[in-house]
């Protein structure tokens, strides 16, 4: 049939086309979502006693409990953020620019580190390097003959939080400099060896301009990271006796509870995540070095000879403090008797796991709540996630561009500042959710929007909209034609949508531990709680239990090949 004919063909009417209602529909819950929150968070940032007053800023100004942990936020996030370079960046140049053996494993491996939720890992590092119990220390008292009384490592120290934020942050760093490197031709390298370059100057002169903003970036998403990070500084800076920016928010609503002065903390951290934000944005769109031609030739592989296999110890030694000896620790207190002692046939144990589900009164609900809730979090997101882009991608709408930004503006909103917002909101009437999952539900929604909006906006720009526009020649409405033709297409991306909604739901801490109650309790909660009272052989079961899910999604995920750089997962 001919375009003509196509275009001649009588528009058949299917009744009253809901279409507009639907998509202002889905625009009023984005806004709902995201401007609710944020508007109660400023209002009480500025307000005391009904009154506007800018009196909650100069308490944290001039209070040195409020000054002292913004100067230990600084100085956490610059520190984490220069160790990431200093152990991602030759990573990354290591396994995307030489020849050094099981490159990909180590890929898989930083893949590991980087779907471990922070908190647990800080767990683990409990486990590995607690002054009296570690592992590490104990190993360290029998083999070198270190006191009883003393102890090699602390983790409940400044040091060693940088150190565990370090571990699972650097994944960020080494995916952008590894991804730039792969993406860097390598005749401009060989152009500048053909003309007596050595591979210093090749280096110096080629290749770190080109991957520069990459580290760049890099760097300040660590930064970033660190600095809204609430789980590891809850768990390893509170017993050392400091706090963190995300620690003093949260411990703003403990009793009795401040929520001005939590409003106003929050503020300044709000406006640094969107300044860092905006910072990464411009660096990695900077157009100071870019490769112009067309085709570009395979990167260059570096042979390394025999350091080949110094580089692959270095990579697996740098490996071991994210991946190997903290599984290990979990695992060992899975099924040891005792959490902190080694694993023997004298020791081994199945009780750890029985107690978890049979004796522990929590295990259940705690399950029970995640998995509802991660299931909603999916199913809606994926859905608002599908319908957002299809605005934004067609301009289906007026005011498109302005639902596009508030798609990703939860991006710039760390999870302790969302629950703040959250609280603020929805304990007072009209709507009284605090208790209830519907808050969890609101703010697992509000932080995995940024990651599935992406992922389906991707996917949409990928097809073409000339099939939709026969379809709506014909008479259908932009609804029909989005399920029955646009859907079937974009089935693969929605699954591993899907999927990385579900994964970060359920690892999701920072938010939930701010709304949360004895009945809507989530496992990332139950494993919190669990931590204060020191039952780390429960922790464990239940880490690994985490783990196992989140490793088969992601696999389940990536083996569907969904289009697009994939769903980043949040820190917690």
Known sequence: MSIAAVEDTPRIKHGYDYTKLVLYSFAAVLVVLIVLPMSWLVYYAFTDKGGLTLQNFATLIHDPTFREPLVTTFILSTSTSLIC???????????????????????????????????????????????????????????FGVAADEHVLNIYSF????????????????????????????????????LGGSAW?????????????????GALVAFLQAMTLFGSPAILALPAGFHTMTTKIWSLFQYPPKPELAAAASVPLLVLTVILLRAEKMVLGRRSYAVLGGKNSDPRIIRLGNWRWVALGFCFF?????????????????????????????????????????????????????????????????????????????????????????????????????GVGLFLSYTRPPFVLYGTLWILLIAFLTLSLPAAYQQMQSAFRAIHPELEDASRILGATRLRSLREITAPMLRTSVIATWCFVFVGTIRELSAAVMLFTSETKVISVLIFDLNESGDLAAISVLGIIMLVVTFCIVALANRLRLGGGGAALRDN
């Open 85 to 143: 370079c200093l152990v991602a960046a030759p990573m990354g140049w290591l396994v995307a620019r030489t020849d050094m053996p099981l490159r990909r494993t180590v890929r898989l491996m930083v893949t590991a580190s980087f779907v471990t939720p922070p908190f647990l890992g800080a767990i683990a590092w409990e486990l590995l390097a607690a002054p009296n119990s570690g592992l590490l220390n104990k190993l360290a008292r029998s083999a």
């Open 159 to 194: 040091p060693g939080l940088i150190f565990v934020i370090a571990c699972y942050t650097f994944p960020y760093v080494f995916v952008l400099v590894a991804n730039a490197l792969d993406r860097t031709p390598g005749d401009l390298e060989d152009a500048s060896s053909i």
């Open 201 to 217: 100057e090749t280096a110096r002169r080629v290749t770190i301009p080109l991957v520069l903003p990459a580290l760049l970036a």
């Open 318 to 418: 740098m490996l071991l403090n994210p991946v190997f000896l903290p599984y290990g620790a979990l695992l060992n207190a899975t099924f040891s008797k005792v959490a902190s002692q080694p694993i023997w046939f004298n020791n081994f144990t199945f009780h750890n796991i029985y107690f978890v589900f049979f004796e522990l009164s929590a295990t259940k609900l705690a399950l029970y709540n995640t998995f509802v809730l991660g299931l909603a979090t999916a199913t809606m997101g994926t859905i608002l996630a599908v319908v957002i882009s299809y605005l934004t991608t067609r301009q289906a709408v007026t005011g498109h561009k302005a639902l596009g930004f508030l798609a990703t503006a939860p991006v710039a909103i760390p999870g302790i500042v969302l």
